[in-house]
T-cell receptor, first 111, second 118 residues
C-alpha cells in the first residue's frame, strides 16, 4: 500500500541552524508530494508541493526535491527561526484525492 | 479570500451521543475532505465529497457519515460516540478534479473541531 515515513522527532535546533527533515515514501504510480505545517492549536497549512520527479517545491525559505530514484522528499531550510517551531507533515496523493500522511516531525527552534 | 472554516471549535459529548461537525470550503472549491487526527494515530483520511457525492471513504465504521450540500459546505456526523472518537477533526477543500489533474490539486485545511468524549 501507499505510505510515508518521516524521521522521528523532536528535532531541536538553535536559531539560524540548517534544517533537514527526512521523508521517504512507498507508492504505486506517480504520486504528488506535499509538505504541510501545523502550528500549535491550528490546522494544517500547505507549505510546498511537487508533482513529478525532479520538481523542487519551495516556499518561505523551505525547499524539497522530488527524488524518484530514492523515493524521497526531504524538507530543508538554510537558516531556521524560532517562528518555524511547529509540526511538519510529509504527505502523498496517488489519486482518489486521499492524502496519506507521515506521522509528523516536531521542530523546536531555540533563540 | 476566506479560508476553510469549521464549526464548532470545540465539542464535548458523552458516550453514545451523536456529534455533527460543519465545514465551509474556500469559495470556488467543490471538493471537501474530512480527516481525523487522533493522539497516537496520526492523520487518517475519513471521507471525500465532490459536487455533492461521496467519492471515497477511509477505513472507518459506518457510524461515521456525512453529506455535502448544494453550496458545497459539508457536515460530518458521528453516531454512537465512543471514547476513542476523541480527536481533532480536520476539514479540507480543493478544486474539483474536473479542473485538472486531480493528483495536483492541493488540499487547504481549516483549523479543525476538537471533539472530546467524556
Amino acid at each position: 500500500g501507499n505510505s510515508v515515513t518521516q524521521m522521528e522527532g523532536p528535532v531541536t535546533l538553535s536559531e539560524e541552524a540548517f534544517l533537514t527533515i527526512n521523508c521517504t515514501y512507498t507508492a504505486t504510480g506517480y504520486p504528488s508530494l506535499f509538505w504541510y505545517v501545523q502550528y500549535p492549536g491550528e490546522g494544517l497549512q500547505l507549505l510546498l508541493k511537487a508533482t513529478k520527479a525532479d520538481d523542487k517545491g519551495s516556499n518561505k525559505g523551505f525547499e524539497a526535491t522530488y527524488r524518484k530514484e530514492t523515493t524521497s522528499f526531504h524538507l530543508e531550510k538554510g537558516s531556521v527561526q524560532v517562528s518555524d517551531s511547529a509540526v511538519y507533515f510529509c504527505a502523498l496523493n496517488t489519486g482518489f484525492q486521499k492524502l496519506v500522511f507521515g506521522t509528523g516531525t516536531r521542530l523546536l527552534v531555540s533563540p | 479570500e476566506a479560508g476553510v472554516t469549521q464549526s464548532p471549535t470545540h465539542l464535548i459529548k458523552t458516550r453514545g451521543q451523536q456529534a455533527t461537525l460543519r465545514c465551509s470550503p474556500i469559495s470556488g472549491h467543490t471538493s471537501v475532505y474530512w480527516y481525523q487526527q487522533a493522539l497516537g494515530l496520526g492523520l487518517q483520511f475519513l471521507l471525500w465529497y465532490d459536487e455533492g457525492e461521496e467519492r471515497n471513504r477511509g477505513n472507518f465504521p459506518p457510524r461515521f457519515s456525512g453529506r455535502q450540500f448544494p453550496n458545497y459546505s459539508s457536515e460530518l456526523n458521528v453516531n454512537a460516540l465512543e471514547l476513542e472518537d476523541s480527536a481533532l477533526y480536520l476539514c479540507a477543500s480543493s478544486l474539483s478534479r474536473v479542473h485538472g489533474n486531480q493528483y495536483n490539486q492541493p488540499q487547504h485545511f481549516g483549523d479543525g473541531t476538537r471533539l472530546s468524549i467524556l
